[in-house]
Structure formats: structure tokens, C-alpha cells
């Protein structure tokens, strides 16, 4: 399984793994954009760019469904605990608070699906590169920035998510879990929506505010 949305046996041990960094980062990579058509991405984070479905209604299997979402919640956990310490603005911890609560919730129940159903497919042990990339680039920086870094970081990955459980609740090939896709969509939608308005208020393009304001 690539950055497509299928397995192919016999491919090269690189193009297997999903956003890889050693598999991604070509010199052709920054000069087509994202993978998933997010200009957040290009604008905030400068590591391996994401894979997968660049709209909310492309065809993925529930191989690639899985891991990605299981991953996913895993980044947002983590992300989130590094904020709820270090942000600064009381919206963006509040906000950090929010992603670790709901993105257990949502890992638990994904855990329980493969747990429950005959899908054949483990839910990642680990974090993948890319998500790693991610969780460094917060941790090494500074304390002045850190809040602009996490929100980039969620307005980017929120738009990631939301194409990925758009497309499997659209037209995913398991009926139980297109239906938890399905329910999912509103609430990455609405995490997306708070995501970009604090992107807008503290991300590295937010205009500063005049003294005295």
C-alpha cells in the first residue's frame, strides 16, 4: 500500500510504508504541492508532505483507512499533550484539551472495530514518519512560536482528516465502518473549522495586532 489507496504485494519495501520521509521527499515534491491539496501544509510545515485523498470523495479502501485514521488520532493525542503544557494562548490549549479527549475517543472506538470485525488489518503500533516529523518540529520550538507551529500543524492535519473520513464514508467498502466514518465527518469538520480560525488568529500569517489593541 502507497500513498495510493490500495496494497500492491511486490513493491519496493519503501513505497509500502505509508508517508515515509525517506520514500517522499523528492525535489519534484515541493514543486507540485502537497499530496492532499493543502496549502496549510506547504505554508506551515516544511517536512514530509502527506499522502493519500486530496478531496472528500475519492475511493479508499478500508486497508488504507485504518492505519491512517489510527494514526492520525495517535498525532493528535500527542500533539495535543505537548500543547496543553506549552501553548500559550488560553484558545490554543483549550483547543489541545479538546483534540486529546476526542481523539481518544475516536482511536478507542477504531480499536474496538478491528477488535470486533473479521477486517484482517492491526491498528499501527507506532506513529509514522511524517507524524514524527510533526511532534519534533513542536517540541524544538521556541516558546514565542510554538503556538503558531501547533495551530499550522492542526489547520493542515484537520483537512488531511477530513478528505480521509469524507472519502471513506462516501465510498468506503465496509459497511460498519463507513457508517463510523460517516459519523466522524462533523466532528473533524468542526475541529477543522477551530483549527483554521486560530490558524487565522495565531499562525504565522496572522496580522499582528497594533499596540494598545
Known amino acids: 500500500m502507497t500513498g495510493g489507496r490500495s496494497f500492491r504485494p511486490g513493491l519496493p519495501a519503501c513505497l509500502a510504508v505509508l508517508a515515509l520521509s525517506a520514500c517522499?521527499?523528492?525535489?519534484?515534491?515541493?514543486?507540485?504541492?502537497?499530496?492532499?491539496?493543502?496549502?496549510?501544509?506547504?505554508?506551515?510545515?516544511?517536512?514530509?508532505?502527506?499522502?493519500?485523498?486530496?478531496?472528500?470523495?475519492e475511493a479508499v479502501t478500508t486497508t488504507f483507512y485504518i492505519p491512517q485514521a489510527a494514526i492520525g488520532d495517535m498525532y493528535e493525542i500527542e500533539a495535543g499533550k505537548i500543547a496543553m503544557v506549552r501553548a500559550?494562548?488560553?484558545?490554543?490549549?483549550?483547543?489541545?484539551?479538546?483534540?486529546?479527549?476526542?481523539?481518544?475517543?475516536?482511536?478507542?472506538?477504531?480499536?474496538?472495530?478491528?477488535?470486533?470485525?473479521?477486517?484482517?488489518?492491526?491498528?499501527?503500533?507506532?506513529?509514522?514518519?511524517?507524524?514524527?516529523?510533526?511532534?519534533?518540529?513542536?517540541?524544538?520550538?521556541?516558546?514565542?512560536?510554538?503556538?503558531?507551529?501547533?495551530?499550522?500543524?492542526?489547520a493542515a492535519a484537520h483537512l488531511e482528516a477530513f478528505n480521509l473520513q469524507s472519502s471513506y464514508a462516501r465510498r468506503g467498502d465496509y459497511p460498519v465502518l463507513k457508517k463510523m466514518a460517516g459519523e466522524m465527518v462533523p466532528v473533524i469538520a468542526a475541529h477543522r473549522r477551530e483549527a483554521e480560525a486560530l490558524d487565522a488568529s495565531f499562525g504565522p500569517t496572522a496580522r499582528p495586532v497594533p499596540a494598545g489593541q
Open 88 to 154: 500559550r494562548a488560553p484558545e490554543v490549549k483549550a483547543f489541545a484539551r479538546k483534540m486529546v479527549s476526542d481523539h481518544q475517543k475516536s482511536g478507542e472506538r477504531l480499536r474496538r472495530f478491528v477488535a470486533d470485525n473479521p477486517v484482517n488489518i492491526a491498528i499501527p503500533q507506532n506513529i509514522d514518519a511524517r507524524r514524527r516529523a510533526m511532534l519534533g518540529a513542536l517540541n524544538g520550538s521556541g516558546d514565542r512560536e510554538f503556538d503558531s507551529v501547533y495551530v499550522g500543524q492542526q
Open 24 to 57: 517522499n521527499q523528492t525535489d519534484g515534491a515541493s514543486e507540485r504541492g502537497p499530496a492532499n491539496g493543502s496549502a496549510t501544509v506547504a505554508k506551515h510545515y516544511e517536512g514530509p508532505k502527506p499522502e493519500g485523498v486530496s478531496r472528500p470523495d
